[in-house]
């Protein structure tokens, strides 16, 4: 089984691949991202109508920035440039699929209009660096709590209240124990490929679960796991 955790992995695959879609190609994201992120980036004051996310309302400070944590070399972050731009920021911990995007980018569109950042999101000091301004909080406990919880807890310190975290997975109970700095909003199967591709031999559905997750006014403060 390799090791996803692996920077050594991926640079090693990334020599070989010039595109890895890890759960699909980014179409399959789109039309649930184009929705979802609509209200809250272009979102009039006067009406919800179009948003099927509980109490969401305006916010002239909300963030306009998208961050694609772990982008690879994926294709859903030239989608994402076809409809918002200079908004895109992606984030990578292996810096060859960072230039893979961005000179797929030029490539496509002719300019570079998103970011790319080399961070590792487990990394609590790569994450720190990230952060503006000199209040920032202390390191956290390095007792072992699950990489799930360790980038929800990284990415609040990036995120004001009311930020919102749209993630794939191919489990339905990804987030059960995400901890109180995220609560889940709403969650969407996605229908994943089968991978069959032999004519006239059943294959099952199979779904992804796409969540919604919004930021709450939870603040970041050291603690300590026991």
């Not at 440039?81 to 992606?90: A, F, G, K, P």
């Not at 080399?118 to 790569?126: A, S, T, Y």
């Not at 032999?198 to 992804?208: D, M, N, Q, T």
Request: glycine share 4%.
């Amino acid at each position: 089984m390799p090791d996803y955790s692996s920077l050594t992995y991926w640079q090693s695959r990334f020599e070989k691949e010039t595109c890895f879609e890890w759960l699909g190609p980014g179409d399959i994201m789109m039309p649930h991202l184009a929705r979802i992120l609509e209200p809250v980036l272009n979102c009039d004051e006067n009406d919800y109508s179009s948003s099927k996310l509980p109490e969401q309302r305006c916010n002239e400070s909300f963030p306009t920035n998208i961050f694609h944590i772990g982008s690879g070399a994926s294709q859903l972050s030239l989608d994402l440039r076809s409809l918002y731009s200079t908004r895109v920021v992606n984030i990578d911990f292996e810096q060859s699929c960072l230039a893979q995007l961005r000179q797929s980018e030029l490539a496509k569109y002719g300019d570079v209009k998103m970011e790319y950042k080399q961070i590792d999101m487990l990394n609590w000091e790569q994450v720190e660096s990230q952060l503006a301004g000199e209040a920032r909080p202390s390191p956290f406990s390095q007792s072992p709590i699950s990489p799930v919880r360790v980038l929800a807890l990284h990415l609040a310190a990036l995120s004001l209240p009311g930020s919102i975290w749209i993630a794939l997975s191919y489990s339905a109970s990804r987030f059960d124990d995400i901890g109180e700095f995220w609560n889940v909003e709403m969650t969407e199967k996605v229908a994943a490929e089968s991978g069959q591709t032999k004519e006239g031999v059943y294959a099952p559905e199979v779904w992804h679960t796409l969540y919604v997750l919004r930021r709450t006014n939870h603040p970041v403060r050291p603690f300590v796991c026991d």
